[in-house]
């Protein structure tokens, strides 16, 4: 990378501007554009994201007082006004698309990743979804209850190379187990799912394209015994082959498979049901707890990324901004690995954001060692010094 460029410029060089373009012409988002275009879009709301930008006035306001990085970026204007029409009118689905794009060179580049709490090489996807509230005076659209509005991003999280791996977003009075119907099932994979996606068809769907489901059961699901297996360990205290007897257990006539755990913690107990009937009781335990990565995922993009309060009232305009917050955090995990830093996500994320007109190598930028500098003070240099 060119060291005489910001770090903006640096992160959007990631990018592959052919195929942006090739987005973008295909979904006419430039059709009757003369200066901002979608690609320029693109570099104000990662901005926006990176350096935490509450405002339109805010956005602009930021970047007129740094016309010096506007010839790198390609930038030749910003209004408020212009933004505004801009995230009203530019096809969301066109950052969609590029979500997907870098997402799978994300998956790519980390395709060799492993987790050392699991032995066995089948991925591990955790299916969960979060919501995030509107106002329903401002956002009608997005009705949800009497007085609320609000929409769900539904995700498979990848536990073993802590990506994403799907998502959808879609309004929040869509149940969960709908807004995983588009997801596509891998052969082999180990799907855990919360309750909320606890559907016969759902199970059945992972079965019959040969993958693994590992889920909690509710406890108004009538089922009965088929086989009892041997028990080992304090933690398991019930370990069975079983088949659904309600109403709707025709979605599902396959037996499956029912572990009783303990939790040494909280003694709390926990009944779990899978199609694996090969791994050992305890594993089905733990690759249940690995579910709460997704929880951490969720609530790491809510806290450092901007998803909770919004520029722009229209679906369009908080499509895209979602969009690009995904972007943005998908840009920061591939900078983390190509970097090999030692810093957090969190940490990685915020150099990024403070150093974002800075002209630096991103790439040595992450790999400074920062040292805590330690001085004796004596009791004069504390002392409150009058200049007069």
Request: hydrophobic share 40%.
């Amino acid at each position: 990378m060119n060291r005489n460029r910001t770090v903006l410029v640096q992160m959007q060089q990631l990018i592959s501007r052919f195929h942006f373009e090739k987005m973008v012409k295909e979904n006419k988002s430039d059709k009757n554009v003369r200066t901002f275009t979608t690609w320029n879009l693109l570099q104000v709301m990662m901005y926006a994201q990176i350096a935490q930008k509450k405002s339109l006035r805010d956005i602009c306001m930021s970047l007129q007082s740094n016309i010096s990085s506007w010839y790198h970026l390609g930038l030749q204007s910003i209004s408020r006004n212009n933004l505004s029409n801009s995230l009203m009118k530019r096809p969301a689905i066109v950052f969609e698309k590029l979500f997907s794009m870098i997402l799978s060179q994300v998956q790519e580049i980390k395709k060799n990743s492993t987790d050392k709490r699991f032995k066995f090489k089948n991925p591990i996807y955790a299916i969960d979804s979060t919501t995030i509230g509107l106002c329903l005076t401002l956002y009608e659209w997005a009705s949800f209850r009497t007085t609320k509005a609000g929409i769900k991003i539904h995700t498979a999280y990848d536990i073993k190379k802590q990506i994403p791996e799907f998502m959808v977003v879609t309004e929040a009075k869509q149940s969960d187990h709908r807004g995983i119907l588009s997801m596509p099932i891998l052969e082999g994979a180990i799907y855990v799912l919360d309750r909320g996606y606890l559907c016969f068809k759902n199970l059945e769907n992972i079965n019959k394209n040969r993958a693994f489901f590992v889920t909690r059961i509710k406890t108004n699901t009538k089922y009965k015994t088929i086989e009892k297996k041997k028990v080992t360990g304090n933690e398991i205290l019930k370990d069975c082959i079983i088949s659904f007897t309600g109403v709707k257990s025709s979605d599902y006539p396959e037996l499956v498979r029912l572990v009783r755990f303990k939790d040494p913690e909280d003694n709390k107990v926990y009944d779990y049901i899978t199609n694996n009937t090969t791994l050992a009781a305890s594993t089905i335990a733990n690759i249940y707890k690995s579910r709460w990565d997704v929880e951490l995922f969720f609530k790491w993009v809510k806290q450092n990324l901007k998803i909770k309060t919004f520029i722009g009232t229209s679906k369009n305009a908080v499509l895209i901004q979602i969009w690009v917050a995904a972007i943005a955090y998908l840009l920061t995990e591939y900078l983390r690995f190509i970097s090999k830093t030692g810093f957090s996500r969190m940490e990685t994320f915020r150099i990024i954001g403070v150093n974002i007109f800075a002209s630096r190598n991103i790439i040595d930028l992450l790999r400074i060692k920062f040292r805590r500098i330690k001085k004796k003070l004596n009791r004069l240099d504390v002392q409150l010094d009058f200049g007069f």
